[in-house]
C-alpha cells in the first residue's frame, strides 16, 4: 500500500486555457494524448499573455520605479547631516529610517518575485525562497505598522509633554525600540518559515508531468485559520485602531486653541510658531501614513480570511477560481504598492521635499563653485606673465624721489585695492578647497 500523499491537480482554468490556445493555433492535442515538456513550458507561460496579468506587470513595474528611488531617497534626506541640529538623528526621524527599510525590503524582495510568479507559474526560485519570502512580507509589514505606532506615541508624547520629550526618546531608547520592533515581528511571522515549502502539482491526471509550486502546508486547517485570523487581528485591527486613537488626540491637542490657551504657560513657551507649524506638519503625515496603510492592506486581510473560512482546500484545487481568487492579486499588489506611496507621504505631507531641495542645491552649488574656481584658477595663471611685463614697462618712467614716492605710495594702494578686490572676486576659493577636502 502506498502511503505518500496523492500529487495534487492543477486548476482545471490553466488545462483549458492550454486547450483554447491549442485550437485557436490548430494543434491537435485534445487531452488524451502524450503532453511532454515542450507543451507544458508553453502552458505554464501561457498567462503571461492574459490582460490581467499584462496589466498586473506593468502595475508592479510602475510600483517598483516608484517605491525603490523614493525609499533610498528617504533615506538619504533623512540621514543626512543638519548644522543647525545636534550630532545625532531626532526620534521621529530614526523611525522613520527604518520604515523606509521596512518598504525598500518589500519592493526589492517581494515585488519582483511576485512579478516572476504571475508571468511563469511554477515556482523556481528554490525551497529557500519559498520559505523566506512569505517570512520577508510578513515582517516588513508587521515592522512598518508597529513603527507606525511607535511614531505615533511619540508624536503624542511630544505634544503633551514637548519639555521632557527630547530627554525620554533618547537616541539609545530609540534603537532599542526599533530592535524590540523587529523581534517582535519576526517571532509573530514565525510559523510562516516552517509552513510554507514548495509542493509538485500533477498537470494531467494519469500523466507523470508536474511543476512546482509555493503553498503553505499546514498540518490542520483550522490552524491555518486560527492563525491567519490572530494575524489580521494582531497586526492590523489593533494597531490601526490604536494609532487612530492616538493620532486623533495628538491632532486635537495640536489643533485646539482652547488647550493651548489653558497652558500657555507652558505650551507656548515650549512650542514657538515655527516648532508648533512642524509639529502640525509631521502629525499630519503619521495620519496619513496610518490611513493609507489601513486602506491598502484592507482588501488582502478580508479576503484571505474569506478564502480561508469559505473556499475549502480540496476545491481551490479542482474547481474553477471564483472571482475573488481572481481578485486576490490585484489585492497583493494594492497592499505592496503601500511601500511605494509611503515616500511620497514623507515629501508632500511631511515637507520633506524641502530638505531634498535644499540637498539638491547644495550639491549644485558645489559643481558650480567648483567649475568656477577651475575658471578662475586658469584665469589667474595665464594673467600673471601680463601683469610681470606691464609692470617692467611701467619702471623707466618714474623720475624723481618725490615722484617715486608719489607713484610708490599710489602703487601701494593700488595693490592694496587690488589685493581687496581679488579678494572679493574669488571668495569661494578657499571655500571649495575646505569643502573638498571635507568630501
Known amino acids: 500500500m502506498n502511503s505518500s500523499p496523492p500529487v495534487p491537480r492543477a486548476p482545471p482554468g490553466l488545462l483549458q486555457l492550454w486547450q483554447e490556445e491549442n485550437q485557436t493555433q490548430g494543434g491537435l492535442w485534445n487531452g488524451s494524448q502524450e503532453l511532454g515538456w515542450e507543451e507544458l513550458e508553453k502552458m505554464l507561460f501561457l498567462f503571461a499573455k492574459e490582460p490581467v496579468t499584462i496589466s498586473l ?21 533623512l540621514t543626512r547631516k543638519r548644522p543647525s541640529r545636534a550630532s545625532s538623528l531626532s526620534a521621529t526621524r530614526s523611525l522613520l529610517i527604518n520604515l523606509a527599510v521596512c518598504d525598500l525590503m518589500v519592493v526589492c524582495v517581494c515585488m519582483p518575485i511576485t512579478v516572476g510568479n504571475l508571468i511563469y507559474k511554477a515556482w523556481v526560485y528554490g525551497d529557500f525562497l519559498c520559505r523566506a519570502v512569505p517570512f520577508i512580507q510578513a515582517v516588513s509589514v508587521s515592522a512598518s505598522v508597529l513603527s507606525l505606532t511607535v511614531i505615533s506615541v511619540n508624536r503624542y508624547y511630544s505634544v503633551h509633554n514637548p519639555l521632557n ?62 492563525y491567519n485570523f490572530l494575524l489580521f487581528c494582531a497586526l492590523y485591527c489593533l494597531p490601526v485602531l490604536f494609532n487612530m486613537v492616538i493620532c486623533f488626540l495628538t491632532v486635537r491637542r495640536l489643533w485646539s486653541r482652547g488647550s493651548q490657551l489653558k497652558e500657555s504657560s507652558a505650551l507656548n513657551r515650549s512650542l514657538p510658531a515655527s516648532r508648533l507649524k512642524i509639529r502640525k506638519k509631521v502629525a499630519q503625515m503619521v495620519v496619513a501614513l496610518v490611513l493609507l496603510f489601513a ?41 505592496l504598492n503601500n511601500s511605494s506611496l509611503n515616500p511620497i507621504c514623507y515629501c508632500f505631507v511631511g515637507n520633506l521635499y524641502r530638505s531634498a531641495k535644499e540637498m539638491k542645491s547644495k550639491y549644485h552649488q558645489r559643481m558650480v563653485s567648483l567649475f568656477n574656481f577651475s575658471l578662475s584658477e586658469g584665469t589667474t595663471r595665464s594673467s600673471v606673465p601680463e601683469l610681470l611685463s606691464y609692470q617692467s614697462s611701467t619702471q623707466p618712467a618714474r623720475k624723481g624721489p618725490s615722484a617715486t614716492g608719489r607713484r610708490f605710495r599710489g602703487g601701494q594702494g593700488n595693490k592694496n585695492k587690488c589685493g581687496r578686490l581679488n579678494s572679493c572676486q574669488h571668495p569661494p576659493l578657499n571655500t571649495v578647497s575646505s569643502e573638498n577636502t571635507s568630501l
Not at 530609540?174 to 509573530?188: C, N
Open 57 to 77: 506587470t506593468a502595475m508592479y513595474l510602475v510600483s517598483f520605479v516608484v517605491g525603490f528611488v523614493g525609499n533610498i531617497m528617504s533615506i538619504r534626506v
Open 295 to 335: 486602506i491598502s492592506w484592507l482588501p488582502v486581510y478580508l479576503m484571505d480570511i474569506w478564502i480561508d473560512f469559505n473556499i475549502p482546500k480540496s476545491l481551490q484545487d479542482v474547481t474553477p477560481s471564483p472571482w475573488i481568487l481572481q481578485l486576490r492579486p490585484f489585492a497583493q499588489w494594492l497592499g
Open 165 to 226: 520629550a527630547r530627554s525620554f526618546f533618547t537616541q539609545k531608547r530609540i534603537l532599542s525600540t526599533i530592535l524590540v520592533v523587529w523581534l517582535l515581528s519576526s517571532g509573530i511571522c514565525m510559523p510562516l518559515i516552517f509552513m510554507n515549502r514548495r509542493d509538485e502539482i500533477g498537470v494531467v491526471e494519469g500523466l507523470p508531468l508536474v511543476f512546482s509550486i509555493c503553498r503553505e502546508i499546514w498540518p490542520q486547517e483550522r490552524l491555518k485559520q486560527a
